[in-house]
Protein backbone atom coordinates (compact mmCIF):
# COMPACT_ATOMS: atom_id res chain seq x y z
CA UNK A 1 0.00 0.00 0.00
CA UNK A 2 1.33 3.52 -1.03
CA UNK A 3 1.24 6.05 1.11
CA UNK A 4 0.08 9.69 0.24
CA UNK A 5 2.55 12.22 1.12
CA UNK A 6 1.09 15.64 2.66
CA UNK A 7 1.81 18.22 0.12
CA UNK A 8 4.14 21.15 1.32
CA UNK A 9 3.32 24.58 0.86
CA UNK A 10 6.81 26.17 0.75
CA UNK A 11 7.17 29.17 3.00
CA UNK A 12 9.26 32.37 1.30
CA UNK A 13 10.86 33.01 4.71
CA UNK A 14 11.72 31.59 8.21
CA UNK A 15 9.72 34.63 9.52
CA UNK A 16 6.84 33.55 7.26
CA UNK A 17 7.05 30.01 7.90
CA UNK A 18 6.77 31.08 12.09
CA UNK A 19 4.08 33.51 11.28
CA UNK A 20 2.30 30.67 9.82
CA UNK A 21 2.95 27.99 12.30
CA UNK A 22 1.31 30.90 15.00
CA UNK A 23 -1.54 31.37 12.40
CA UNK A 24 -2.08 27.22 12.42
CA UNK A 25 -2.02 26.73 15.88
CA UNK A 26 -4.13 29.44 16.94
CA UNK A 27 -6.82 28.05 15.12
CA UNK A 28 -5.68 24.62 16.46
CA UNK A 29 -6.48 26.50 20.42
CA UNK A 30 -9.63 27.43 19.77
CA UNK A 31 -11.01 25.01 17.85
CA UNK A 32 -9.78 22.35 20.38
CA UNK A 33 -11.40 25.28 22.83
CA UNK A 34 -14.74 25.37 21.10
CA UNK A 35 -15.05 21.53 21.36
CA UNK A 36 -13.45 20.54 24.49
CA UNK A 37 -13.61 23.34 26.68
CA UNK A 38 -9.89 23.41 27.00
CA UNK A 39 -6.87 24.76 26.16
CA UNK A 40 -3.76 23.20 24.64
CA UNK A 41 -0.67 23.83 26.89
CA UNK A 42 2.29 25.21 25.88
CA UNK A 43 4.15 21.18 25.40
CA UNK A 44 1.19 20.65 23.21
CA UNK A 45 1.46 23.31 21.80
CA UNK A 46 5.23 22.83 20.97
CA UNK A 47 5.09 18.81 20.22
CA UNK A 48 1.93 19.89 17.09
CA UNK A 49 4.47 22.21 15.82
CA UNK A 50 7.27 19.81 15.84
CA UNK A 51 4.98 16.98 13.79
CA UNK A 52 4.11 19.85 11.62
CA UNK A 53 7.74 20.95 10.60
CA UNK A 54 8.31 16.96 10.78
CA UNK A 55 6.44 16.58 7.76
CA UNK A 56 8.12 19.25 5.50
CA UNK A 57 11.42 17.98 7.25
CA UNK A 58 12.32 20.99 9.09
CA UNK A 59 12.47 21.63 12.47
CA UNK A 60 13.40 24.78 15.53
CA UNK A 61 14.54 24.25 18.91
CA UNK A 62 12.35 23.32 21.44
CA UNK A 63 12.74 26.92 23.09
CA UNK A 64 11.45 28.55 20.12
CA UNK A 65 8.78 25.79 19.64
CA UNK A 66 7.82 26.49 22.90
CA UNK A 67 7.94 30.81 22.13
CA UNK A 68 5.61 30.02 19.10
CA UNK A 69 3.08 28.32 21.35
CA UNK A 70 2.79 30.91 24.15
CA UNK A 71 2.47 33.42 21.13
CA UNK A 72 -0.42 31.31 19.51
CA UNK A 73 -1.81 31.01 23.15
CA UNK A 74 -2.21 34.37 23.37
CA UNK A 75 -3.52 35.25 20.42
CA UNK A 76 -6.14 32.06 20.96
CA UNK A 77 -7.32 33.50 24.48
CA UNK A 78 -7.37 37.19 23.30
CA UNK A 79 -9.63 35.94 20.92
CA UNK A 80 -12.07 33.53 22.72
CA UNK A 81 -12.35 36.56 25.47
CA UNK A 82 -13.04 39.34 23.03
CA UNK A 83 -15.78 37.30 20.95
CA UNK A 84 -19.11 35.59 21.72
CA UNK A 85 -18.88 32.33 20.98
CA UNK A 86 -21.01 32.17 17.86
CA UNK A 87 -18.07 34.76 16.46
CA UNK A 88 -15.20 32.68 17.71
CA UNK A 89 -16.25 29.51 16.26
CA UNK A 90 -16.52 31.29 12.86
CA UNK A 91 -13.12 33.13 13.33
CA UNK A 92 -11.91 29.21 14.05
CA UNK A 93 -13.72 27.50 11.31
CA UNK A 94 -12.59 30.46 8.66
CA UNK A 95 -8.63 29.71 10.13
CA UNK A 96 -8.79 26.54 9.63
CA UNK A 97 -10.68 26.63 6.48
CA UNK A 98 -7.53 29.14 4.93
CA UNK A 99 -4.90 26.71 6.15
CA UNK A 100 -5.93 25.29 2.56
CA UNK A 101 -4.20 27.48 0.08
CA UNK A 102 -6.96 27.85 -2.64
CA UNK A 103 -9.17 28.89 0.28
CA UNK A 104 -9.59 32.51 0.64
CA UNK A 105 -10.43 34.35 4.03
CA UNK A 106 -10.20 38.44 4.40
CA UNK A 107 -10.84 37.08 8.05
CA UNK A 108 -7.86 34.70 8.24
CA UNK A 109 -6.12 37.34 6.10
CA UNK A 110 -6.30 40.05 9.03
CA UNK A 111 -5.57 37.58 11.50
CA UNK A 112 -2.07 36.46 9.84
CA UNK A 113 -1.46 40.19 10.00
CA UNK A 114 -2.03 39.84 13.85
CA UNK A 115 0.21 36.86 14.21
CA UNK A 116 2.65 38.55 12.37
CA UNK A 117 2.73 41.52 15.03
CA UNK A 118 2.84 39.52 17.72
CA UNK A 119 6.05 37.94 16.79
CA UNK A 120 7.99 41.20 15.90
CA UNK A 121 6.61 42.07 19.44
Same mark, same amino acid.
Given at each position: ?6 ? &? ?9 ? &? ?23 ? =? ?16 ? &????? =? ?54
Amino acid at each position: MQRLKTP &VVPVATDRGMR &VALIFALSAERLTTYYEHAAWLTEG =QGASLIADWLARSQRSLP &VAERR =QLSALSDHMARQMAATMSREAGLFAAHEMMESLDPNYHSELAESLMLVCESLLGE
